[in-house]
């Protein structure tokens, strides 16, 4: 079946620096592309979004990348603070399907 | 908060116990969600409601039934469940599929 693999697992970085999640998906169809932060004892909470028929989205510290040939789309949080520590989802969707990957916990080292 | 509400947040309950999981958004969206999420495994998507139509049943076992009586409020009804059914299940919403989901907090239930 169709799938969405995510690495890393678990990311730990120094507070300032930047820290990378990278996400593959398998069905072609998938035309948009969410990314959720979750923190402990709540829902998801959508950080960014990008549709197929764009490269690239930035949103202040956050920007996403999205290569549809290789099936790829990335995370990148720059300059990272304490707030930023929880759990990452990426997903692929089309209309009524989402398939989420298996999550980055992220600790930012003080 | 997200305009997405769930209740209980959480919920113990025996094999046997009938009981129903419940969602409110108030964000005048049109699609609604079910999800579980278990330790260590992805979010999956049980049930999709678009209009309160279901257009979304992901091989879900017929001991959880939803309900989506209109479209703000959507149910999960549960019975005669399994221990390995213990998971935070999550209720979203969307102003139609395909696009930004919010997430109500969960409930969190335990099958014993």
């Known amino acids: 079946g169709e799938n969405v693999e995510q690495h890393p697992s678990t990311l730990s970085v120094q507070e300032g620096d930047s820290a990378v999640i990278k996400c593959t998906y398998s069905d072609s169809a998938s035309n948009y592309f969410p990314w959720y932060k979750q923190e402990l004892g709540k829902g998801p909470q959508l950080i960014i979004d990008i549709r197929s028929n764009v490269g690239e989205k930035k949103d202040q510290r956050i920007a996403v990348t999205l290569n549809k040939t290789a099936k790829h789309f990335s995370l990148h949080i720059t300059e990272t603070q304490p707030e930023d520590s929880a759990v990452y989802f990426c997903?692929?969707?089309?209309?009524?399907?989402?398939?989420f990957g298996s999550g980055t916990r992220l600790s930012i080292r003080p | 908060e997200t305009g997405v509400t769930q209740t209980p947040r959480h919920l113990v309950m025996g094999m046997t116990n009938k009981k129903s999981l419940k969602c409110e958004q108030h964000?005048?969206?049109?699609?609604m969600y079910w999800y579980k999420q278990s330790a260590k495994k992805p979010l999956e998507l049980m049930f999709v409601?678009?209009?309160?139509?279901?257009?979304e049943n992901n091989s879900v076992p017929s001991r959880f039934s939803p309900e989506c009586p209109n479209s703000s409020h959507l149910f999960l009804h549960l019975h005669t469940l399994q221990p390995e059914d213990s998971a935070l299940y999550l209720c979203a919403s969307s102003l139609d599929t395909g696009e930004e989901q919010y997430f109500g907090p969960g409930t969190r239930l335990t099958v014993t």
């Open positions: 997903a692929a969707s089309r209309v009524s399907k989402i398939i």
């Open positions: 409601y678009s209009l309160e139509e279901r257009v």
């Open positions: 964000l005048g969206h049109n699609a």
